[in-house]
């Protein structure tokens, strides 16, 4: 079933989307945002109601009716036995009614917030990057699923994640709590989620995505920089380590980057990094030679036997040298020396 043919079937117009009534919650509201983005119910009213009588009209329902079928176009995740997962990119968390919307809709949702074509080939790589970077998240907390393995208590409390601030929508308990002003905080809560979701979309579009190309680029050019195919050259200054820990599996690469080059534009000079063992380690793969570490200039062209040092960082994760040539050279010598 496609955005399309979507209530094709149904005889009312405009399209109904239902889901529940009383206190709301970030992946419903979030959910709702997503179904208002396809063609099909971009002019759909909500309705919020926990009676089957109501909810049976509905040409979608999302987080509440205890039944997931998609060809009826009903989204709870709440029954017995339900432990529906995203399906592809090893993710593990079961979803919540606003990754069920996701997992069926959210290549057209993307497509739309992007003007991205639907046959696109960076499609997938959006969608997948948009569910570790924000979906995920919402189906973990709505289905009460502690983000690390552990027994200790946490060291400080956090109120500002969005369903935080979704969850300080619903009237207080001293304020009016009727259906009313339900309804006006959960309109509220649709347009925060879905504001933070497309930001979140045009972030990995028109940022993250880029990166990725520059490094993928850099990564398939390789044999030009050296032949140890060891040492990446970034022709643009970007985002690259997350991208090149998940390029180096997706292309084969047969020997791990161990430093990346590229020039500083604000000083003009080039810089050599090495490369950590993962995003979240201090822990290089490979560090610059022990006998440069804390040393500049003179000293370190001397030490090093490469013109034009600028410097070595103390730990050896990071030097500087005036030309691409000597940067290239550090480079060299380190995946040698010591």
Not at 38 to 46: G, K, P, V, Y
Not at 120 to 145: C, M, R, S, W
Not at 183 to 202: M, N
Not at 203 to 225: F, I, K, M, N, T
Request: hydrophobic share 35%.
């Amino acid at each position: 079933m496609n955005d399309s043919s979507l209530g094709a079937n149904k005889r009312k117009m405009p399209s109904v989307i239902g889901t529940h009534s009383g206190s709301f919650h970030c992946d419903e509201a979030l959910g709702c945002w997503m179904l208002q983005r396809l063609e099909s119910f971009r002019a759909a009213t909500i309705i919020r109601s926990r009676d089957p009588e109501v909810l049976k009209d509905c040409d979608v329902v999302i987080d509440v009716g205890g039944a997931y079928d998609f060809s009826t176009l009903r989204l709870d995740h709440h029954q017995r036995g339900f432990e529906e997962i995203i399906g592809i990119g090893g993710f593990k968390t079961k979803l919540s009614s606003a990754g069920l919307v996701y997992k069926h809709f959210g290549r057209q949702v993307i497509a739309d917030v992007l003007g991205m074509d639907m046959k696109h080939p960076d499609l997938e790589t959006v969608y997948l990057q948009v569910y570790k970077n924000f979906i995920e998240a919402v189906d973990a907390i709505d289905n009460g699923i502690p983000q690390w393995d552990t027994s200790e208590p946490p060291r400080y409390a956090s109120h500002t994640s969005l369903a935080s601030r979704v969850a300080n929508l619903n009237p207080k308990w001293n304020e009016d709590g009727s259906e009313e002003i339900l309804y006006k905080q959960f309109l509220k809560a649709v347009q925060l989620t879905g504001a933070e979701f497309q930001d979140c979309v045009e972030y990995v579009g028109g940022c993250w995505l880029p990166a990725r190309r520059h490094v993928q680029d850099a990564l398939e050019s390789l044999s030009q920089v050296d032949v140890s195919l060891q040492i990446m050259r970034l022709d643009v200054v970007c985002p690259w380590k997350e991208h090149l820990y998940q390029l180096e599996g997706e292309l084969g690469l047969s020997k791990p980057v161990l430093f990346c080059i590229y020039k500083d534009e604000r000083e003009g000079k080039w810089r050599i990094q090495a490369v950590s063992v993962s995003s979240s380690s201090f822990e290089n793969r490979r560090s610059m030679p022990a006998a440069w570490r804390g040393l500049r200039d003179e000293k370190l062209s001397e030490v090093s036997g490469i013109p034009g040092c600028v410097f070595c960082h103390a730990n050896g994760f990071i030097g500087g040298n005036d030309t691409y040539e000597g940067a290239l050279e550090m480079a060299q010598k380190s995946l040698t020396f010591e």
